[in-house]
């Protein structure tokens, strides 16, 4: 059904192909370098990262996407800085350093007569059942911390207080100031705060391999990981870059060496698209433009692949997918393992909720089978998000199984003999 037949594929082909380890080891350890920096979403580090990945891609023989020019999808997103903040209460101002508002608005103005929710905390506990109003506020909300949270208040505004990018150019409606001082809330209130916003330009980095089938040609698998990470953070032992080795230089790693795998077998009957996307970190920007660019129709399935770099749960020579249940894509992809020793088994970490918490999401919301694979342990892993996501901490070997794994669980798909069932896509 479309697949081409034996004698008529180039020699390369018939010969076979197989995962190259040297490219993984190459690729991951250059991703993970800390000359990338961290590859916050776009800085430096990230531009440099981006680079690379288009002159891997280059090399390997992928073309850029139908109707681009070269391998960047570029789009704009909005840098906002926080500026100054003043905070009165009850006629008393605040001293510096005390306050901070989270806000993409260019200027803020509140006093008591205005609709403002006043949140107190006083314990740790309290933070987590009011995450809504402190960091994604429904409606302006003055959050006072009690100052037996001083080291949380410090910690977070250090961490919000960097230059924060987001999709759209309209700021948020609403917004949270935070206030270091005792209860219990004032009877009168000042606030006012005010921003500085700029427009940037991010990019994911895609490469494409026609398909040799001119029946299965239009319909396209996608290979996806995400090349940001977190860039510079809170500095332990003296370090303070998050490489991001296995989150998600390692999926990174697995969509070239992919692109590389299948672009030496040449007998795809099917388009693949190989694309490195851009701030999943900060809300996944990078694949929600790039589903923007195709027709989720056209989508057979969609690969993404995030942190492959430690043996998972059920051990070697394993991964999980998520979102197993709301499709056949797992079981297609372990018929085409039979008599290995490889196995993908569902999620074992539903609490987790993973499959929202990947690139695959929005276009599993358009109704593509799109699922992560991963092997990361994640409620117990102790280097995700920190200074020490090294490649020493990976286990290589274990991750070009993996990607070897992937490479050939695809190959019905790829080959257009299987077509995984749709998910049902859900409404905005």
Not at 245 to 271: H, I, P
Not at 391 to 418: R, W
């Amino acid at each position: 059904m479309g697949l081409l037949a034996a004698s008529a594929l180039p020699a390369a082909a018939q010969r076979g192909a197989h995962v190259s380890g040297a490219t993984v080891e190459r690729v991951l350890t250059t991703l993970a370098a800390d000359d990338m920096q961290g590859r916050a979403t776009g800085q430096p580090g990230q531009l440099k990262a981006g680079e690379f990945l288009a002159g891997e891609f280059r090399r390997i023989g992928l073309q850029p996407l139908p109707g681009a020019t070269n391998f960047f999808q570029e789009f704009p997103a909005y840098q906002t800085t926080p500026g100054s903040v003043t905070v009165t209460l009850d006629g008393a101002a605040l001293p510096a350093g005390r306050a901070f508002a989270r806000t993409t608005q260019p200027t803020l103005t509140w006093t008591e007569r205005d609709s403002v929710d006043v949140l107190v905390l006083k314990t740790k506990q309290e933070i987590q059942p009011n995450f809504e109003a402190i960091f994604r506020p429904k409606k302006n909300t003055l959050v006072l911390f009690d100052p037996a949270l001083a080291d949380t208040f410090s910690s977070l505004v250090e961490q919000f207080g960097k230059p924060q990018l987001r999709a759209n150019a309209t700021a948020g409606r609403y917004a949270s100031v935070w206030a270091l001082t005792a209860g219990p809330a004032p009877r009168t209130f000042q606030v006012t705060a005010s921003t500085i916003t700029k427009t940037v330009n991010i990019r994911n980095v895609a490469g494409y391999l026609p398909g040799h089938d001119a029946a299965r040609a239009a319909e396209k698998v996608i290979f996806s990981g995400h090349y940001d990470h977190l860039g510079y953070i809170k500095p332990v032992a003296g370090d303070s870059i998050a490489n991001g080795a296995d989150d998600d230089a390692s999926g990174t790693t697995a969509v070239v060496a992919l692109a590389e795998y299948f672009k030496k077998r040449n007998d795809n009957a099917r388009s693949l698209i190989f694309v490195a996307f851009t701030a999943e970190e900060i809300g996944g920007f990078g694949a929600r433009y790039f589903s923007k660019q195709l027709d989720p129709k056209e989508l057979v399935a969609m690969f993404n692949i995030e942190m492959i770099g430690k043996p998972a749960k059920f051990g070697p020579n394993t991964a999980f997918i998520t979102g197993y249940e709301r499709s056949d894509f797992g079981p297609l992809l372990q018929a085409n393992l039979k008599g290995t020793k490889f196995k993908f088994e569902p999620d074992p970490y539903p609490e987790q909720n993973l499959f929202y918490r990947s690139d695959n999401a929005t276009l599993a919301r358009l109704g593509v089978p799109a699922h992560t694979i991963s092997t990361d342990q994640i409620p117990t892993d102790k280097l995700y998000h920190s200074v020490n996501d090294e490649v020493s901490s990976l286990d290589v070997k274990n991750m070009t199984a993996v990607i070897e794994a992937i490479a050939q669980s695809a190959s019905g798909i790829v080959a257009g003999k299987q077509t995984p069932t749709r998910i049902a896509p859900e409404k905005d």
